[in-house]
């Protein structure tokens, strides 16, 4: 998974505040040389293209703009954390010098380069004495300064991030990648229902079947013996209809279907070893996908929770924006949980991902573990 694919699904992240202040405090020393160098060479450059000496400074410009650009992108990865990955440029080997500089010039990257570097300044001047008051008032180091750069990493990723070709191909690759671990969550889903089928209802009722045959030949011969076959076949027989109803609610809960979200999750919670509290604000109600998502993922996570977590309580929360349904599961138990392949969460990203949802998992030494699911509600 590409850099911009995660930005797709999780957004790009809030940078820590000291990073942020860093940033800021040394961002505006090569901000200002680099709008001084940039003006006068452009000003330099058209004013003396008449005599051709322009054409050279124009040039030295032009590759000093991407090169500062390029620049740009590694300082806001490193910094504010965005994730921002190398531009494609359009390739220019082979050509002479003024084609090499004629394609740099359309190149829309250039461009972009520059509007970003023409804006960064103002906002320099901005936030550097926001990072000296916050070297100096540890509030706004704590609040401010972090939720300022990341607005300035969204305007760094918006400006200097893939243009929108190429993010429109990078959501096709992560649309394809997510429809092929549904897919494969799909199929493994087939295997265990049949699996299930085969050791479970299936071997209950050729017991049935097998019991009834030794009843129908003995009974003329020992009534006993036949009353005693029928009690047992009928036995089997419940077990196989139980094994039956339980297959058919882990396919689809009733109780989801009848009552929706919040009944399901609350029954769930009430069956599971350890004390969760349950709250869920859905309305209007998701579409059938989004919470029977939503269902396994919550009763997968509670039971993982109870089986290796050593949590004593676990909470779940629900609740629904304008396009998206959030589902956030807490517990207090040791924490290092991560996301393994062929590990249960990654079963959880798995199932998400036949909705396109994504599963970010917070879970540090010592806990607490925080397991959040969003699923949108469009496709």
């Known amino acids: 998974m590409t850099i911009d694919q995660q930005v797709h699904q999780v957004g790009i992240p809030r940078p820590r505040p000291l990073r942020s202040i860093v940033y800021m405090f040394v961002s505006f020393i090569f901000r ?17 293209a008449v005599v051709w000496i322009g054409f050279p400074i124009l040039m030295a410009t032009t590759n000093f703009i991407r090169w500062s650009g390029d620049r740009e992108r590694g300082w806001a990865r490193k910094m504010l954390e965005t994730p921002l990955e190398p531009v494609e440029r359009l390739p220019v080997e082979g050509l002479s010098l003024v084609k090499r500089w004629l394609t740099r010039l359309t190149d829309p990257t250039t461009w972009r380069d520059l509007a970003y570097l023409m804006v960064a300044f103002p906002l320099a001047c901005v936030e550097f004495p926001i990072a000296i008051a916050s070297i100096v008032l540890l509030p706004m180091a704590i609040w401010v300064t972090p939720w300022i750069g990341w607005l300035h990493g969204n305007l760094a990723y918006s400006l200097l991030g893939p243009n929108r070709t190429r993010k429109l191909e990078q959501k096709a690759e992560h649309l394809q990648a997510s429809r092929a671990r549904g897919v494969d969550a799909a199929e493994a889903e087939r295997r265990r229902i049949e699996r299930d089928l085969h050791d479970g209802a299936q071997q209950r009722l050729v ?9 129908k030949s003995k009974f003329d011969q020992d009534p006993d013996a036949v009353r005693e076959l029928i009690d047992e076949a009928h036995l089997d027989a ?9 297959l058919a609610r882990g396919i689809y809960p009733a109780v ?5 979200l919040d009944a399901a999750l609350s029954a769930q919670a009430a069956k599971s070893p350890i004390h969760v509290d349950v709250e869920v604000t859905v309305e209007p109600r998701p579409p059938a996908a989004v919470e029977t998502t939503a269902y396994f993922i919550v009763g997968e996570t509670l039971t993982n929770i109870a089986k290796h977590s050593g949590a004593t309580e676990a909470g779940v929360k629900v609740w629904r924006t304008d396009s998206m349904v959030i589902v956030e599961i807490t517990d207090n138990g040791h924490g290092g949980a991560e996301v393994r392949p062929g590990g249960g969460l990654a079963g959880l990203a798995d199932r998400a991902a036949t909705i396109d949802g994504v599963i970010t998992v917070v879970s540090p030494p010592g806990g607490p573990t925080v397991i959040r699911a969003d699923l949108p509600c469009q496709w």
Do not use: N
Request: glycine letters at 16%.
């Open 238 to 246: 419940k077990l196989a209809v139980s094994e039956l109803r339980d």
């Open 256 to 260: 989801l279907g009848d009552r929706g």
């Open 32 to 48: 200002l040389l680099q709008f001084i160098l940039i003006i006068v060479g452009l000003a330099v450059g058209i004013g003396t």
């Open 207 to 215: 017991a049935v079947a097998m019991s009834l045959g030794r009843a």
